[in-house]
């Protein structure tokens, strides 16, 4: 379980990281279309609009993003619907991969998955196919500076949690579905500072891989988590640390 819990960590830090990006990105696309809504959706005759888009590019917000928020200013384009999908399907050594997605064009969604699978060596396979591979659990991530082990492992008992585990200067705790929220409460209450609490689906078993495999699995990954649509990816592998500390 370690390889997969590490990635799990390194990827809860990179959203942490990312968040500002993302929180800019919110502001740039809410400009953009108040922009459109007062002026029109031309940027050579919207000078206010035409900033707001210069602004946009040089964060680097996606062309895509822009366009979508100028027709939303405009009225061209309605408040969007989206719908939770799940998908399942195999990476490279046989890993079992399971993807959240929120999508408002299924079409769209799965064609782009299965090419992202396609390239990365792996397949989109069928609902079901790896699902019963997995269970759902809550995992709370705190940090090692805010508790000593021994005080964790009291309050973890007493919230009902059913495993801690290290991972370098993390601890992770692992609840029941039900119990997460419990049980960060408790943390919470007793003064620990909790860096995440969320419900990850843990697998059963995992698959252990290592060289050009291994990061074959892990581009795979990144390649899932920068698509639009996508919430979250999990998946069954065990990979040595410093081959993900690598790639991520």
């Given at each position: 379980?370690?390889?997969?819990?590490?990635?799990?960590n390194?990827?809860?830090?990179k959203?942490?990281?990312?968040?500002?990006?993302?929180?800019?990105f919110?502001?740039?696309?809410?400009?953009?279309?108040?922009?459109?809504r007062e002026?029109?959706?031309?940027?050579?005759?919207?000078?206010?609009?035409?900033q707001?888009?210069?602004?946009?590019?040089e964060?680097?917000?996606?062309?895509?993003?822009?366009?979508?928020?100028?027709?939303?200013?405009?009225?061209?384009?309605?408040?969007?619907?989206?719908?939770?999908?799940?998908?399942?399907?195999?990476?490279?050594g046989?890993?079992?991969?399971?993807v959240?997605?929120?999508?408002?064009?299924?079409?769209?969604?799965?064609?782009e998955?299965?090419s992202?699978f396609s390239?990365?060596?792996?397949?989109?396979?069928?609902?079901?196919?790896?699902?019963w591979?997995?269970?759902?659990?809550?995992?709370?991530?705190i940090?090692?500076?805010?508790?000593?082990e021994?005080?964790?492992t009291?309050?973890?008992?007493?919230?009902?949690?059913?495993?801690i585990?290290?991972?370098?200067?993390t601890?992770?705790?692992?609840?029941?579905?039900?119990?997460?929220d419990?049980?960060k409460?408790?943390?919470v209450?007793?003064?620990?500072?909790?860096?995440?609490?969320?419900?990850n689906?843990?697998?059963?078993?995992?698959?252990p891989?290592t060289?050009?495999?291994?990061?074959?699995?892990?581009n795979l990954?990144?390649?899932?988590?920068?698509?639009?649509?996508v919430q979250?990816?999990?998946?069954?592998?065990?990979?040595?640390?410093?081959?993900?500390?690598?790639?991520?």
């Amino acid at each position: 379980m370690s390889g997969h819990s590490k990635w799990h960590n390194i990827r809860i830090r990179k959203q942490k990281m990312d968040a500002v990006k993302g929180e800019l990105f919110t502001r740039l696309t809410r400009e953009i279309i108040v922009a459109a809504r007062e002026g029109g959706g031309n940027i050579e005759t919207n000078a206010r609009l035409r900033q707001a888009v210069e602004k946009a590019r040089e964060a680097s917000l996606p062309q895509e993003n822009i366009r979508r928020a100028i027709q939303r200013g405009t009225g061209e384009l309605p408040g969007v619907s989206y719908d939770r999908v799940i998908y399942e399907g195999y990476g490279p050594g046989g890993v079992a991969v399971l993807v959240e997605a929120l999508t408002d064009n299924r079409n769209r969604t799965v064609s782009e998955l299965r090419s992202i699978f396609s390239k990365a060596g792996g397949n989109l396979g069928e609902a079901g196919c790896v699902a019963w591979m997995f269970e759902p659990r809550g995992v709370i991530l705190i940090s090692a500076d805010q508790v000593d082990e021994d005080k964790l492992t009291e309050l973890a008992l007493e919230a009902g949690a059913l495993d801690i585990r290290t991972e370098g200067k993390t601890y992770e705790v692992v609840t029941a579905h039900d119990d997460l929220d419990k049980a960060k409460q408790l943390f919470v209450s007793r003064g620990i500072p909790v860096e995440s609490a969320e419900i990850n689906m843990i697998p059963h078993s995992t698959v252990p891989l290592t060289g050009r495999e291994a990061e074959r699995v892990l581009n795979l990954m990144e390649q899932l988590e920068e698509q639009e649509g996508v919430q979250r990816t999990y998946a069954n592998f065990d990979i040595p640390e410093a081959v993900m500390e690598a790639v991520a």
